[in-house]
């Protein structure tokens, strides 16, 4: 086949993907907007009688939405380790998933961004928490992690959905191309007026390469910020300065997990096989396995320290961790994040989709159990004993998170159908 | 060690004497007394207790029986909120011809009258008192009352056939002595001395007639008065629900104690719903694990009796507080306590003092941080330990003082009280048990205050770890970071129905839902007297503030006041040898001074 009908091929093909949706995608789409509005909906609810419509209550004050917040933001950087880090690297294999993965980050640090907003006693005092000019010369508190977050967070959406909009141009071209009526009007404006022009390229090569590595940095530094809302404190289990490159890690490591869940489904029903390969999916799998065994490394340290520290807080917290009352989210976690992607050692384990999706599907329970048990159990169990005391989720904690991804399914699907799910710019420059 | 004190003392009492041999036991203990000597300037025989005007719980039986014995007209009731331990007397109150209420809450005792008559609150009325014999108290009202009521001096005396006004009817009595009383609010005679003298002959035919004749039986019951109702007479109060039972942090709901080991043995655990009875009477409670109990001594306060019947001493007329015999049995049923403690064992952790000797050396400094410098006012507290006995008025104190919401029993089996001040007890290994008043402890280097996103919580230059509620948007990093957990979130907005909307106090504001709250050492009282000092062009001198706290302690146990000046009390407990801070050691430097009890 020659370059040109391959190309031809390719377009049409991505394309394709971008028609009138079937039942299912309805089907999908409804339900996952449904999670949505349900989501919202106990939210208003939490906003007209208080906080304590969730679980949480007096010594654990943070629990499950902040455990969506650090989920979200980790399940972010995995789409950024591949549109920009693995750029940097000229790793030819990221072509097939960057652009899911840079849809991806951006939904996912728009549904991280949520948390926030939902876990504040006064929610609709939330603009206080950035600097803004005021009457009475208030300033926000930079010395506090939560406000680092603010920073971090929005700094990274910002960078994320440039990055995301300039690779897009392009391709937004194509769609243009083949498309007709409003939608033509629509992708005409978005592609700013782009025509393949030689200069054009080079000053998309260049900006892209620059936005890249402007985003790269991104990926340790936002989820090190996360990570110091737990380091920066003094109680144990958070207190300590590991936390930063276990969680840039476990980010990567849940990110690379949903960008499987993602895109294993997504290829086969947009019918993609032909340029999102198993050799491609061969890649991400050994990204896998590797922040796998970081993220086992850094549990290994944590129990090492506590116990040959000889604190009697710590070694009580770690005890209370691998014993007390969450033992069984704890085993779980482990399973999922330490044991179960060791099989992916097995070549022909890492070749195999079924198991590949099915794996991740645990990596991002694992994931999440990970960050709900760092959590609770450092605020259920501290320092003294009287204040112990254990969370327990009501309707409402339960409810807003699934409601989250039933957001992030459902902007996703939408995703996949307003814009080319594969970046054809770049398939293109890879097909030799 | 009786014998090496300095003023022995033997006090008798309570479950001791309340038990088939404790007459026993308080002729032992006068004994001892007697022959330890020195009674004379440690107790005062003349001005005791004026309980010669109270019937026994023997004449309340035998009122019981006259009632039933259809020999009583008319039966006046007055403030009688509870009859525990003699479950006969209350449907007898049926048999009278015409029974009358004199009442401010309804109580089921008062079901059962004919006519209740609705009486002022004592701060609404005028009466009189005689707390100890020889003292008269007048009672002087502080408001007019609130409803329709009448106060019970005027009822009574109307029905006497005399004049109408309570005041005047008191006044006429009252006229007569001798001048000062009015000033004075209350007449004091001075009784003629008692000198206590042993009468062998009689003390020994006493003995010989007190002597216990069967052994105990291995179960025993206690029956202890609650800490919080006494015998249920105040269980119509609310705060008295929300504050937690001090020594197993129980708030709401009765239940029975039993030690761990002993329920271990038995089988059962926390909050199973046990059965126990002797024949028609069955009582079913929660079993609460407590520790510091004996072992097979089963504890309930009296407030929980239900339709128990408590036995009376036919010699001393009291109830029993001890019964034998006892059987408890699982019914299979669980019912869940709110139990505010997480675990009453913190060995090791260096909370409490242990077995701390004296001249500890707590100035040194756990922190990299320069020391902190205040300009006039270091606010800091001295907490006695040795004199705290748990009694829980500071924290009722703080309730009252600060707008604390009351937030009910479904809230705090979430764990969701709302205590600024609370009473933790310890029961530590090899250790004595501890009850620790923790608050907020003011840390010179706060670890909440680096945490808050808004500076909703500052460091104000008079060593205050400040709050500002108007600023807290809610994100609980606070009391996260807090390694005391002092602070409290308003889950919710906590409302209270008239007329207990005019308990709040005015100089204190109410806190919505979604913010932060926590105990400031009564910042108000403080800006109020400085507010006055600044008025003198002075400082504030010691003595001049008074956190409510400190105010209701009856044993002097919490001391306020500014750490700079040398000559303040609070320096001079904070420097003591017996002075502690708790977790100081990770750097937050508190300004809350433990005193470690006194240790030979």
Same mark, same amino acid.
């Given at each position: 086949?020659?370059?040109?009908?391959?190309?031809?091929?390719?377009?049409?093909?991505?394309?394709?993907?971008?028609?009138?949706?079937?039942?299912?995608?309805?089907?999908?789409?409804?339900?996952?907007?449904?999670?949505?509005?349900?989501?919202?909906?106990?939210?208003?609810?939490?906003?007209?009688?208080?906080?304590?419509?969730?679980?949480?209550?007096?010594?654990?004050?943070?629990?499950?939405?902040?455990?969506?917040?650090?989920?979200?933001?980790?399940?972010?950087?995995?789409?950024?380790?591949?549109?920009?880090?693995?750029?940097?690297?000229?790793?030819?294999?990221?072509?097939?998933?960057?652009?899911?993965?840079?849809?991806?980050?951006?939904?996912?640090?728009?549904?991280?961004?949520?948390?926030?907003?939902?876990?504040?006693?006064?929610?609709?005092?939330?603009?206080?928490?950035?600097?803004?000019?005021?009457?009475?010369?208030?300033?926000?508190?930079?010395?506090?992690?939560?406000?680092?977050?603010?920073?971090?967070?929005?700094?990274?959406?910002?960078?994320?959905?440039?990055?995301?909009?300039?690779?897009?141009?392009?391709?937004?071209?194509?769609?243009?191309?083949?498309?007709?009526?409003?939608?033509?009007?629509?992708?005409?404006?978005?592609?700013?007026?782009?025509?393949?022009?030689?200069?054009?390229?080079?000053?998309?090569?260049?900006?892209?390469?620059?936005?890249?590595?402007?985003?790269?940095?991104?990926?340790?530094?936002?989820?090190?910020?996360?990570?110091?809302?737990?380091?920066?404190?003094? =109680?144990?289990?958070?207190?300590?300065?590991?936390?930063?490159?276990?969680?840039?890690?476990?980010?990567?490591?849940?990110?690379?997990?949903?960008?499987?869940?993602?895109?294993? %489904?997504?290829?086969?029903?947009?019918?993609?096989?032909?340029?999102?390969?198993?050799?491609?999916?061969?890649?991400?799998?050994?990204?896998?396995?590797?922040?796998?065994?970081?993220?086992?490394?850094?549990?290994?340290?944590?129990?090492?320290?506590?116990?040959?520290?000889?604190?009697?807080?710590?070694?009580?917290?770690?005890?209370?961790?691998?014993?007390?009352?969450?033992?069984?989210?704890?085993?779980?976690?482990?399973? @999922?994040?330490?044991?179960?992607?060791?099989?992916?050692?097995? *070549?022909?384990?890492?070749?195999?989709?079924?198991?590949?999706?099915?794996?991740?599907?645990?990596?991002?329970?694992?994931?999440?159990?990970?960050?709900?048990?760092?959590?609770?159990?450092?605020?259920?169990?501290?320092?003294?004993?009287?204040?112990?005391?254990?969370?327990?989720?009501?309707?409402?904690?339960?409810?807003?998170?699934?409601?989250?991804?039933?957001?992030?399914?459902?902007?996703?699907?939408?995703?996949?159908?307003?814009? %080319?799910?594969?970046?054809?710019?770049?398939?293109?420059?890879?097909?030799? | 060690?009786? *014998?090496?004190?300095?003023?022995?003392?033997?006090?008798?009492?309570?479950?001791?004497?309340?038990?088939?041999?404790?007459?026993?036991?308080?002729?032992?203990?006068?004994?001892?007394?007697?022959?330890?000597?020195?009674?004379?300037?440690?107790?005062?025989?003349?001005?005791?207790?004026?309980?010669?005007?109270?019937?026994?719980?023997?004449?309340?039986?035998?009122?019981?029986?006259?009632?039933?014995?259809?020999?009583?007209?008319?039966?006046?009731?007055?403030? =009688?909120?509870?009859?525990?331990?003699?479950?006969?007397?209350?449907?007898?109150?049926?048999?009278?011809?015409?029974?009358?209420?004199?009442?401010?809450?309804?109580?089921?005792?008062?079901?059962?009258?004919?006519?209740?008559?609705?009486? %002022?609150?004592?701060?609404?009325?005028?009466?009189?008192?005689?707390?100890?014999?020889?003292?008269?108290?007048?009672?002087?009202?502080?408001?007019?009352?609130?409803?329709?009521?009448?106060?019970?001096?005027?009822?009574?005396?109307?029905?006497?056939?005399?004049?109408?006004?309570?005041?005047?009817?008191?006044?006429?009595?009252?006229?007569?002595?001798?001048?000062?009383?009015?000033?004075?609010?209350?007449?004091?005679?001075?009784?003629?001395?008692?000198?206590?003298?042993?009468?062998?002959?009689?003390?020994?035919?006493?003995?010989?007639?007190?002597?216990?004749?069967?052994?105990?039986?291995?179960?025993?019951?206690?029956?202890?008065?609650?800490?919080?109702?006494?015998?249920?007479?105040?269980?119509?109060?609310?705060?008295?629900?929300?504050?937690?039972?001090?020594?197993?942090?129980?708030?709401?709901?009765?239940?029975?104690?039993?030690?761990?080991?002993?329920?271990?043995?038995?089988?059962?655990?926390?909050?199973?719903?046990?059965?126990?009875?002797?024949?028609?009477?069955?009582?079913?409670?929660?079993?609460?694990?407590?520790?510091?109990?004996?072992?097979?001594?089963?504890?309930?306060?009296?407030?929980?009796?239900?339709?128990?019947?408590?036995?009376?001493?036919?010699?001393?007329?009291?109830?029993?507080?001890?019964?034998?015999?006892?059987?408890?049995?699982?019914?299979?049923?669980?019912?869940?306590?709110?139990?505010?403690?997480?675990?009453?064992?913190?060995?090791?952790?260096?909370?409490?003092?242990?077995?701390?000797?004296?001249?500890?050396?707590?100035?040194?400094?756990?922190?990299?941080?320069?020391?902190?410098?205040?300009?006039?006012?270091?606010?800091?507290?001295?907490?006695?330990?040795?004199? @705290?006995?748990?009694?829980?008025?500071?924290?009722?104190?703080?309730?009252?003082?600060?707008?604390?919401?009351?937030?009910?029993?479904?809230?705090?089996?979430?764990?969701?009280?709302?205590?600024?001040?609370?009473?933790?007890?310890?029961?530590?290994?090899?250790?004595?048990?501890?009850?620790?008043?923790?608050?907020?402890?003011?840390?010179?280097?706060?670890?909440?205050?680096?945490?808050?996103?808004?500076?909703?919580?500052?460091?104000?230059?008079?060593?205050?770890?400040?709050?500002?509620?108007?600023?807290?948007?809610?994100?609980?990093?606070?009391?996260?970071?807090? &390694?005391?957990?002092?602070?409290?979130?308003?889950?919710?907005?906590?409302?209270?129905?008239? &007329?207990?909307?005019?308990?709040?106090?005015?100089?204190?504001?109410?806190?919505?839902?979604?913010?932060?709250?926590? @105990?400031?050492?009564?910042?108000?009282? =403080?800006?109020?007297?400085?507010?006055?000092?600044?008025?003198?062009?002075?400082?504030?001198?010691?003595?001049?503030?008074?956190?409510?706290?400190?105010?209701?302690?009856?044993?002097?146990?919490?001391?306020?006041?500014?750490?700079?000046?040398?000559?303040?009390?609070?320096?001079?407990?904070?420097?003591?040898?017996?002075?502690?801070?708790?977790?100081?050691?990770?750097?937050?430097?508190?300004?809350?001074?433990?005193?470690?009890?006194?240790?030979?």
């Amino acid at each position: 086949m020659s370059l040109g009908t391959y190309y031809q091929n390719l377009e049409t093909d991505v394309l394709a993907a971008m028609r009138k949706p079937s039942t299912l995608y309805w089907v999908a789409l409804a339900f996952s907007g449904a999670l949505f509005a349900m989501g919202m909906g106990l939210w208003g609810y939490q906003i007209m009688t208080g906080i304590g419509a969730s679980g949480k209550m007096h010594p654990v004050g943070w629990a499950l939405y902040i455990t969506n917040f650090v989920f979200w933001v980790g399940i972010a950087h995995s789409g950024t380790l591949i549109s920009a880090v693995l750029f940097l690297f000229r790793a030819r294999f990221r072509s097939s998933f960057n652009r899911s993965a840079e849809a991806m980050t951006v939904i996912a640090v728009m549904t991280a961004g949520l948390f926030p907003l939902i876990h504040l006693g006064r929610v609709w005092f939330f603009y206080w928490l950035m600097p803004y000019p005021n009457q009475r010369h208030l300033w926000v508190n930079f010395r506090s992690p939560l406000v680092w977050d603010v920073f971090a967070v929005s700094t990274y959406f910002t960078v994320s959905l440039i990055f995301f909009y300039t690779g897009l141009i392009p391709d937004l071209a194509v769609a243009r191309r083949h498309a007709t009526g409003l939608k033509r009007w629509v992708y005409r404006v978005l592609s700013l007026g782009w025509e393949g022009k030689p200069n054009q390229w080079n000053h998309y090569n260049q900006l892209y390469m620059f936005l890249a590595a402007f985003a790269t940095p991104l990926v340790i530094s936002v989820h090190s910020v996360v990570s110091w809302d737990f380091a920066m404190s003094v =109680i144990p289990g958070w207190h300590t300065t590991i936390f930063a490159p276990y969680f840039v890690a476990g980010a990567i490591f849940s990110g690379t997990g949903m960008v499987i869940t993602l895109v294993v %489904p997504m290829r086969k029903i947009l019918g993609l096989e032909k340029y999102i390969t198993i050799d491609h999916f061969e890649s991400i799998a050994k990204i896998l396995l590797f922040t796998s065994l970081i993220v086992s490394y850094a549990y290994i340290v944590e129990f090492a320290l506590a116990y040959y520290s000889g604190n009697v807080f710590e070694t009580a917290h770690f005890s209370y961790r691998l014993l007390g009352d969450y033992r069984y989210f704890y085993w779980m976690m482990l399973l @999922c994040n330490s044991l179960l992607p060791l099989t992916l050692f097995f *070549k022909p384990l890492r070749r195999n989709l079924k198991y590949l999706f099915i794996l991740s599907i645990f990596v991002n329970i694992g994931m999440w159990l990970e960050r709900f048990v760092i959590i609770i159990t450092a605020l259920a169990h501290d320092y003294d004993p009287y204040n112990w005391g254990n969370f327990a989720p009501t309707l409402v904690d339960v409810g807003i998170d699934i409601g989250s991804f039933g957001m992030f399914f459902m902007l996703f699907l939408i995703f996949t159908k307003m814009l %080319p799910v594969l970046s054809i710019t770049e398939v293109k420059e890879h097909a030799e | 060690m009786l *014998k090496s004190a300095r003023r022995p003392l033997v006090l008798a009492g309570g479950a001791a004497t309340g038990q088939p041999g404790g007459l026993a036991v308080a002729l032992l203990a006068g004994l001892l007394q007697w022959t330890l000597g020195a009674v004379g300037d440690a107790v005062d025989f003349a001005s005791a207790y004026s309980f010669d005007r109270l019937g026994t719980c023997a004449d309340l039986a035998r009122l019981g029986q006259r009632l039933r014995a259809k020999e009583i007209g008319v039966l006046f009731i007055s403030r =009688i909120h509870s009859l525990a331990g003699q479950p006969g007397v209350a449907p007898a109150i049926d048999a009278a011809a015409f029974p009358v209420g004199l009442t401010d809450f309804l109580t089921p005792v008062y079901q059962r009258c004919r006519i209740i008559l609705p009486v %002022p609150h004592a701060l609404e009325a005028w009466g009189d008192a005689e707390p100890r014999r020889g003292l008269l108290s007048l009672i002087r009202p502080v408001f007019r009352p609130f409803h329709d009521t009448r106060p019970e001096l005027d009822i009574l005396s109307t029905l006497a056939g005399g004049q109408a006004a309570a005041k005047s009817f008191l006044f006429d009595r009252w006229r007569p002595l001798p001048g000062g009383w009015w000033q004075n609010g209350f007449h004091q005679t001075r009784p003629a001395g008692v000198t206590p003298a042993l009468r062998p002959a009689e003390t020994l035919a006493a003995w010989q007639s007190a002597s216990p004749a069967a052994q105990p039986a291995p179960l025993w019951l206690v029956v202890a008065p609650s800490l919080r109702t006494y015998d249920g007479r105040s269980r119509a109060i609310p705060l008295l629900h929300e504050i937690p039972d001090p020594l197993s942090t129980v708030s709401y709901g009765p239940f029975v104690s039993v030690s761990p080991e002993t329920a271990r043995r038995r089988g059962l655990s926390a909050n199973d719903l046990l059965r126990s009875g002797n024949g028609a009477n069955r009582l079913e409670l929660p079993l609460h694990l407590q520790a510091g109990l004996p072992p097979d001594v089963w504890q309930i306060p009296v407030d929980a009796l239900g339709d128990l019947e408590l036995p009376i001493d036919a010699r001393t007329g009291e109830a029993a507080a001890v019964m034998a015999g006892l059987t408890w049995e699982s019914t299979g049923l669980h019912r869940k306590l709110p139990v505010l403690s997480g675990s009453t064992d913190a060995t090791g952790r260096g909370i409490t003092p242990g077995h701390r000797k004296e001249a500890h050396h707590h100035h040194e400094r756990h922190t990299l941080l320069p020391p902190l410098e205040h300009k006039h006012y270091r606010w800091a507290l001295a907490i006695d330990l040795d004199r @705290c006995n748990g009694c829980s008025a500071c924290v009722a104190a703080c309730y009252l003082e600060n707008n604390i919401a009351i937030t009910g029993p479904a809230e705090h089996l979430h764990g969701r009280e709302l205590s600024w001040l609370r009473i933790q007890p310890y029961f530590n290994r090899d250790e004595p048990p501890v009850l620790l008043p923790m608050l907020c402890q003011q840390c010179g280097y706060a670890p909440c205050e680096t945490v808050c996103p808004v500076y909703a919580t500052y460091h104000n230059e008079e060593g205050l770890n400040v709050q500002v509620y108007n600023r807290c948007v809610g994100t609980r990093y606070c009391n996260n970071n807090c &390694p005391y957990k002092a602070r409290r979130f308003n889950w919710f907005d906590y409302d209270r129905p008239a &007329p207990l909307n005019l308990l709040f106090n005015p100089e204190v504001s109410r806190r919505p839902k979604g913010v932060m709250e926590k @105990c400031t050492f009564c910042i108000q009282r =403080i800006r109020a007297a400085k507010d006055l000092a600044k008025d003198q062009a002075r400082l504030v001198r010691d003595g001049e503030v008074t956190p409510a706290c400190a105010q209701t302690c009856p044993a002097g146990a919490i001391t306020f006041g500014n750490l700079l000046d040398p000559g303040s009390r609070v320096s001079a407990l904070a420097h003591s040898g017996r002075a502690y801070r708790v977790l100081e050691e990770l750097g937050t430097e508190p300004a809350v001074y433990y005193l470690s009890k006194r240790v030979k």
